[in-house]
T-cell receptor
Framework: AQTVTQSQPEMSVQEAETVTLSCTYDTSESDYYLFWYKQPPSRQMILVIRQEAYKQQNATENRFSVNFQKAAKSFSLKISDSQLGDAAMYFCAYRVYNQGGKLIFGQGTELSVKP | EAGVAQSPRYKIIEKRQSVAFWCNPISGHATLYWYQQILGQGPKLLIQFQNNGVVDDSQLPKDRFSAERLKGVDSTLKIQPAKLEDSAVYLC????????????FGPGTRLTVL
């Protein structure tokens, strides 16, 4: 069974600093996608960044980047120049290529940003 | 464009009562998902629709949960009768199709079962 594990329930970062959130997953599939979602308090979940497993290059979206290690089944999120608005619950998620749209989520990491 | 709409936003019921949630996806989105998010956990897929057909309901507790998507647009999720462990946020999401299209999430319905 596919599983996603986030081992850091809570993380804290100083404003303008860099923080890395960890995620590992387990799968026997070779083609899949990985995602990081952001869920601000009492607000809707939004997609932060997406990585296709067949791509060796790590995805980047402005201040957000990932470190994708396929052999190690690791998918960490780096947030650079952290801002107060980055404070939220972050979820790592996985879906198999061409098997519907079902997302499998990790338990989440709550990120706080200190001014 | 308008996002995914859900109602009600909050609901408190007693165990053994019934409850229904409503979701209106983004216009034109063929795929609709219902996720259950228990406090402290990540969302878990309950059911997925492609238009008005069910694609995946393997994790839906069918003895008490039911869902429908009449006419392939709006969807309702019902719990009857509710149990204490059903307390959770119920998230609706939609996407253009089941291929790699971004899933857009609604604000969720927070259910408390007393």
């Amino acid at each position: 069974a596919q599983t996603v594990t986030q081992s850091q329930p809570e993380m804290s970062v100083q404003e303008a600093e860099t923080v890395t959130l960890s995620c590992t997953y387990d799968t026997s599939e070779s083609d899949y996608y990985l995602f990081w979602y952001k869920q601000p308090p009492s607000r809707q979940m939004i997609l932060v960044i997406r990585q296709e497993a067949y791509k060796q290059q790590n995805a980047t979206e402005n201040r957000f980047s990932v470190n994708f290690q396929k052999a190690a089944k690791s998918f960490s999120l780096k947030i650079s120049d952290s801002q107060l608005g980055d404070a939220a619950m972050y979820f790592c998620a996985y879906r198999v290529y061409n098997q519907g749209g079902k997302l499998i989520f990790g338990q989440g990491t709550e990120l706080s940003v200190k001014p | 464009e308008a996002g995914v709409a859900q109602s009600p936003r909050y609901k408190i019921i007693e165990k053994r009562q019934s409850v229904a949630f409503w979701c209106n996806p983004i216009s034109g989105h063929a795929t609709l998902y219902w996720y259950q998010q228990i406090l402290g956990q990540g969302p878990k897929l309950l059911i997925q629709f492609q238009n008005n057909g069910v694609v995946d309901d393997s994790q839906l507790p069918k003895d008490r949960f039911s869902a429908e998507r009449l006419k392939g647009v709006d969807s309702t999720l019902k719990i009857q009768p509710a149990k204490l462990e059903d307390s959770a946020v119920y998230l609706c999401a939609s996407s253009l199709s089941t291929s790699l299209n971004e899933q857009f999430f609604g604000p969720g319905t927070r259910l408390t079962v007393l």
